[in-house]
């Protein structure tokens, strides 16, 4: 089994930055993508932003500019930096991997169990 599990989520002003930590474990496996996914109440959970293991990294438009994804796929660890955050990020941030485990033949995806944060206006 691999286990996601996320830190870093905070109430701040609107404005302010924080920055979300990643950390994944278990055995046998390796990482092939990572992302960050949120959740607000009452709508749907959205990507928010991803990287691949060959570097690409993909935003949401609504984050563009002000959110930076970073991670190490060797130490199984993804970041998200958020600048100038705005009240409409607020929301449970969710870590996401896609794994492969040794000895399974297919790609695995897996979730944290979420961080909140929460942006004041």
């Known amino acids: 089994q691999v286990q996601l599990v996320e830190s870093g989520g905070d109430l701040v002003q609107a404005g302010r930055s924080l920055r979300l930590s990643c950390a994944a474990s278990?055995?046998?496996?390796?990482?092939?993508?990572m992302a960050w996914y949120r959740q607000a109440p009452e709508k749907q959970r959205e990507l928010v932003a991803q990287?691949?293991?060959?570097?690409?990294?993909k935003y949401s438009d609504s984050v563009k500019g002000r959110f930076t994804i970073s991670g190490d796929i060797a130490k199984k660890t993804a970041f998200l930096q958020m600048d100038s955050l705005k009240p409409e990020d607020t929301g449970v941030y969710y870590c996401?991997?896609?794994?492969?485990?040794?000895?399974?033949?297919?790609?695995?995806?897996?979730w944290g169990q979420g961080t909140q944060v929460t942006v004041s206006s």
């Open positions: 996401y991997a896609i794994v492969v485990r040794a000895g399974f033949p297919h790609q695995y995806a897996y």
């Open positions: 278990g055995s046998s496996f390796s990482i092939n993508a």
């Open positions: 990287f691949i293991k060959n570097g690409t990294t």
